[in-house]
């Protein structure tokens, strides 16, 4: 068992940069032992809950498919079809799934619905997505950032677009693993400011170089990777043709792309909008590499959960 063991995984900014760098790892161990074939099986009878409260295509698949390979189950619970959407208290919810599963992932709206969550379940709970943060993908995109550049310490990270749960995701863990980000955002859809405020103690503590900037440009140059989410997130889908108009100089197209390293690299957490958010030149480019970083989502989920429930 791990020193993570019994632990929720709700925000990176709860983990140090060695409870990071270890999941990175037996990241790295589990994908080799896969693609090895050979077997690994620790979760031999036991179940992890989802619950969806939004959709989901990478999420939902690559936790199921984590729970098969590691030999437990998991079970598909949408929010719709429970009581939680009659109206269930989350409190009695948290208590009685936990007598049953043995680990409960949740991908829904407010951020304080899972931290509810895991105040009264008594089993490890895993944050799947929320409004504020999105913490399994921005761990997959470190595996793939490490993976393709060999290291992390140093690297510059830009996020260009919405200052959603990805950006807040990555500012909280960027600084713990040495990296600099700078994140270009319209004026009107920064970052969380709790998230800045504590993005920006983390920074000065570990040394690393935190931009907030409305400028791309200035945000793209020279840097190691660009990345970008959709204009509109889940929950927002009225606000989309006003977006397109406030997001129109934020796309990241072939031009923004120029004033990166030539061998940078481009990452989007997907779904994307070719023609929104990023032309189709770039995710389908030679610097794209968001299907590896789907992929990863599969191997970083499944150190989650061997370092929570095991
Ligand atoms: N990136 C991501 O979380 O994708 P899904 O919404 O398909 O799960
Ligand atoms: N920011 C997006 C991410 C989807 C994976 C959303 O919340 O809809």
């Known amino acids: 068992a791990s020193e993570l063991k019994g632990r929720d995984f709700l925000d990176l900014a709860?983990?140090?940069?060695?409870?990071?760098?270890?999941?990175?790892?037996?990241?790295?161990?589990?994908?080799?032992?896969h693609n090895k074939g050979i077997p690994?099986?620790?979760?031999?009878?036991?179940?992890?809950?989802?619950?969806?409260?939004?959709?989901s295509t990478r999420t939902r698949v690559s936790f199921e498919v984590a729970m098969n390979q590691l030999g437990g189950q998991a079970m598909f619970l949408s929010g719709r079809d429970t009581q939680?959407?009659?109206?269930?208290p989350i409190p009695d919810t948290a208590r009685v799934l936990s007598r049953y599963l043995d680990g409960i992932m949740i991908r829904t709206?407010?951020?304080?619905?899972?931290?509810?969550?895991?105040?009264?379940?008594?089993v490890p709970v895993i944050n799947g997505l929320t409004d504020l943060h999105h913490p399994c993908q921005v761990l997959a995109d470190l595996l793939t950032l490490w993976e393709k550049k060999g290291k992390l310490q140093g690297?510059?990270?830009?996020?260009?677009?919405?200052?959603?749960?990805?950006a807040n995701s990555w500012l909280v863990a960027a600084p713990k693993l040495g990296i600099n980000l700078r994140i270009a955002t319209p004026a009107g859809y920064e970052c969380d400011p709790q998230v800045v405020e504590q993005a920006q103690r983390l920074?000065?503590?570990h040394g690393t170089e935190l931009l907030l900037t409305y400028d791309p440009i200035e945000a793209v140059k020279g840097t190691d990777m660009i990345y970008t989410d959709v204009w509109a997130s889940m929950g927002q889908e009225e606000e989309q043709r006003l977006r397109e108009e406030h997001f129109a100089a934020y796309q990241v197209n072939k031009e923004?792309?120029?004033?990166?390293?030539?061998?940078?690299?481009?990452?989007?957490?997907?779904?994307?909008?070719?023609g929104?958010?990023?032309?189709?030149?770039?995710i389908d480019g030679p610097n794209s590499v968001v299907f590896d970083e789907a992929e990863n989502r599969l191997h970083v989920q499944k150190a989650i959960i061997v370092a929570t429930m095991v």
């Open 40 to 55: 690994y099986r620790p979760l031999e009878g036991k179940t992890l809950g989802m619950i969806f409260e939004k959709a």
């Open 256 to 274: 923004l792309a120029a004033h990166a390293k030539p061998d940078h690299l481009f990452m989007h957490c997907l779904p994307a909008h070719r």
């Open 155 to 166: 690297l510059h990270v830009t996020y260009v677009g919405d200052g959603n749960n990805m």
């Open 203 to 205: 920074a000065a503590y």
């Open 276 to 282: 929104e958010e990023v032309t189709a030149d770039v």
């Open 14 to 33: 709860d983990f140090t940069t060695e409870d990071l760098k270890k999941l990175l790892a037996l990241s790295v161990e589990l994908k080799e032992k």
């Open 84 to 88: 939680i959407g009659r109206g269930e």
């Open 109 to 122: 709206f407010g951020h304080e619905i899972v931290s509810e969550f895991a105040r009264y379940a008594t």
